[in-house]
T-cell receptor, first 111, second 111 residues
Framework: RKEVEQDPGPFNVPEGATVAFNCTYS??????FFWYRQDCRKEPKLLMS???SGNEDGRFTAQLNRASQYISLLIRDSKLSDSATYLC????????????FGAGTRLFVKA | NAGVTQTPKFQVLKTGQSMTLQCAQD?????MYWYRQDPGMGLRLIYY???????DKGEVPNGYNVSRLNKREFSLRLESAAPSQTSVYFC??????????FGPGTRLTVT
């Protein structure tokens, strides 16, 4: 079982739709959580960190459920420019470096 | 402020050839990383450097070597390229909040 799992998609949604992605992680030592965005043939860029109480940044809302070991990303009022791959990232508290990237969920927003 | 730069952007090698991928960051970050990204597998850590003068193996170090030349530069060397090393290679550096900043990537094909 992968340490960080995401539905690869693709999710095809119309402009203006609300779409949600989930990501599950298997290691209970997971300490920090992030969503990165990666455009086609580009480098990943941080979209938002995920805090325990949940957090919002404009049209984007991230939630963390430690008991069930998953994080989610909700995108409201989807724009064409939201089309990208969304990477779930988990940092473990195991001493030394351990950050794990999910394989990503592809989103296509269509006019 | 260029962020993280990588050279070359594209490279084709024959099996057995060697090459060095260069990476530099101008954000004064201590930690730097080399990843490879393959379809459906997410980013996998090859090597990282927590500070100038130190390097450590990541998840997939075999066939690679690294040099942390100074605080700015972290290079990745393939001594004898193999087709299995065909991939997209990303260099990254990390700030104190654990956000990683990626370079634009190197697309490597080994024939």
């Amino acid at each position: 079982r992968k340490e960080v799992e995401q539905d690869p998609g693709p999710f095809n949604v119309p402009e203006g739709a609300t779409v949600a992605f989930n990501c599950t992680y298997s290691n209970s030592a997971s300490q920090s959580f992030f969503w990165y965005r990666q455009d086609c043939r580009k480098e990943p860029k941080l979209l938002m960190s995920v805090y325990s109480s949940g957090n919002e940044d404009g049209r984007f809302t991230a939630q963390l459920n430690r008991a069930s070991q998953y994080i989610s990303l909700l995108i409201r009022d989807s724009k064409l420019s939201d089309s990208a791959t969304y990477l779930c990232v988990v940092r473990l508290n195991t001493g030394g470096f351990k950050t794990i990237f999910g394989a990503g969920t592809r989103l296509f927003v269509k006019a | 402020n260029a962020g993280v730069t990588q050279t070359p952007k594209f490279q084709v090698l024959k099996t057995g050839q060697s090459m060095t991928l260069q990476c530099a960051q101008d954000m004064n970050h201590n930690s730097m990383y080399w990843y490879r990204q393959d379809p459906g597998m997410g980013l996998r850590l090859i090597y990282y450097s927590a500070s100038e003068g130190t390097t450590d193996k990541g998840e997939v170090p075999n066939g690679y070597n690294v040099s942390r030349l100074n605080k700015r530069e972290f290079s990745l060397r393939l001594e004898s390229a193999a087709p299995s090393q065909t991939s997209v290679y990303f260099c990254a550096s990390r700030d104190s909040s654990y956000e990683q900043y990626f370079g634009p990537g190197t697309r490597l094909t080994v024939t």
